[in-house]
């Protein structure tokens, strides 16, 4: 029995980390639009991309959860500085 698929389809696992991965990616852009600072933001937003795009080669599952962990933790901590630095 053959399958119709394509090879390249995306298992139930892997769809979910990817929709997660897109999260944080569209999260980090959010959070970026409220650093005041335009040369700063720049920065930051080309920092975010050229990271996502270094790493999108990486399939093993357990390493993009890592890197997921990371870059939400990151998040967290920019969220953190910019609602002090409004205080």
């Known amino acids: ?40 933001r720049a920065d930051l937003r080309e920092w975010a991309r050229s990271d996502f795009r270094n790493n999108m080669h990486h399939k093993d599952e357990t390493t993009i959860k890592v890197m997921l962990h990371h870059g939400q933790k990151s998040l967290k901590d920019l969220q953190k500085s910019l609602s002090l630095s409004k205080s």
Do not use: A, G, H, N
Not at 13 to 33: A, D, S
């Open 1 to 40: 029995m053959s399958t119709k698929l394509p090879k390249s389809t995306l298992s139930l696992k892997q769809f979910l980390l990817r929709q997660e991965v897109l999260k944080l990616y569209r999260q980090i852009f959010r959070t970026l639009r409220q650093i005041p600072d335009e040369t700063t």
